[in-house]
């Protein structure tokens, strides 16, 4: 069941029939403009009396619309400010490995990436310590966006061992992530998460369309395959948007 037909299920209104109609009618049409990305996070919803007058309705009916859409997650409303589009919370699960379109998708949005810059090169001091290598050797350096609907949801810096995946160096990786790519193709055997925050500089500020040292979550990772080191990938995340969760039991023994 989609979030409008969610909202949907949820009932009439007092006022009889008309109003019912007219209520589905403000939910489906700020939802949709909401999940198309028409009205990005932070957009400013009509006021009341605005949508009391565009839909020709009483207030009761636009005020239940909007309740229900706050309650849907879909916007926040503020006491004498209005009612603003929220930014859609992404959960991930701290000790999985897992696609960014899985979680974008699950939020009923639409997914893209674009790539941002790819740079084939001998490894530096500092990317011999972010991949562990014992070696200077090849690595490809991968800047990208991953994208909810039209608003930037995570950066990705990653770094790719070509001794241990030649066959990355021949790819463009313009429209489709490292990660997805590399799952499918290299059996990993070990991980490491590393999880810290961050105020976001210049650069990712600009790159994620947010305010320069507003709050991020950082995500770092390293994958090897039989002992081999195979990638390091950093995910910034805007720390409105997204939430960790790990599940676990304890300990035996």
């Avoid at 309740?67 to 603003?84: D, H, N, P, V, Y």
């Avoid at 720390?239 to 676990?248: G, I, M, N, P, Q």
Wanted: aromatic share 6%; net charge negative; hydrophobic share 40%.
């Amino acid at each position: 069941m989609n979030i409008i037909e969610t909202l949907d299920a949820n009932g009439g209104d007092a006022e009889g029939s008309e109003a019912v109609s007219l209520h589905q009618r403000i939910l489906s049409d700020i939802s949709e403009k909401i999940l198309s990305g028409a009205w990005a996070p932070g957009h400013r919803i009509p006021f009341e009396h605005e949508l009391t007058a565009e839909y020709k309705c009483s207030r009761m009916t636009v005020n239940k619309a909007l309740s229900q859409l706050a309650k849907a997650g879909l916007i926040e409303r503020r006491r004498r400010s209005g009612s603003f589009v929220r930014r859609p919370q992404s959960q991930a699960a701290v000790l999985e490995i897992h696609d960014i379109r899985i979680e974008v998708e699950a939020l009923g949005l639409a997914y893209h990436y674009e790539r941002l810059e790819r740079l084939k090169r001998r490894s530096s001091a500092e990317d011999r310590m972010l991949l562990e290598l014992a070696a200077s050797g090849p690595v490809l350096a991968l800047e990208g966006l991953h994208f909810a609907g039209q608003r930037p949801f995570a950066h990705e810096q990653r770094l790719i061992n070509l001794a241990a995946v030649a066959e990355a160096g021949e790819e463009e990786f313009l429209d489709i992530a490292a990660g997805p790519w590399l799952i499918g193709r290299v059996p990993w055997s070990e991980a490491e998460h590393r999880i810290r925050a961050i105020a976001a500089d210049d650069h990712i500020a600009d790159a994620l369309d947010i305010e320069a040292g507003a709050p991020c979550l950082v995500v770092e990772r390293r994958t090897w395959s039989a002992e081999h080191p195979v990638t390091h990938v950093r995910f910034i995340y805007p720390a409105e948007s997204h939430t960790l969760v790990a599940r676990f039991t304890p300990s035996q023994g």
